[in-house]
């Protein structure tokens, strides 16, 4: 059987252990571990099914687009965003769910001042 080292983020932070030591020693277990490629077709379809969890536990199910926005409208997002102490891609991302949720309606613009 080859064996195959295949790294994975750490799933640990400092904060979860008491002493320096014992995170170094995980750090140490996380570095040098590694899972064999497995010979079992039952084997394989497990680690694709961890791997495809793992997957979706950093990333999520959000795909990366392109978006060609007016200036103007990217700085008052960074603008708001730095107010709100979120980055401006996560404040402009939202703003599209609450409003493809329904959470956000258009106003009339003869009834809005400026």
Do not use: W
């Not at 983020?9 to 170094?24: I, N, S």
């Amino acid at each position: 059987m080859t064996e195959k080292k295949i790294k994975l983020p750490p799933v640990l932070t400092r904060g979860d252990f008491e002493t320096d030591e014992e995170y170094r020693e995980y750090l140490d277990i996380e570095n040098s571990s590694h899972i064999p490629i497995s010979t079992t077709l039952e084997e394989r379809e497990d680690l694709k099914e961890i791997a495809q969890l793992t997957i979706e536990r950093i990333v999520g199910n959000k795909i990366p687009i392109g978006l060609r926005l007016p200036k103007r409208d990217v700085d008052r997002a960074k603008s708001l965003a730095l107010q709100k102490g979120v980055p401006y891609q996560t404040l402009i991302s939202s703003v599209l769910h609450q409003y493809l949720d329904g959470e956000l309606v258009e106003r009339d613009r003869k009834t809005v001042s400026k």
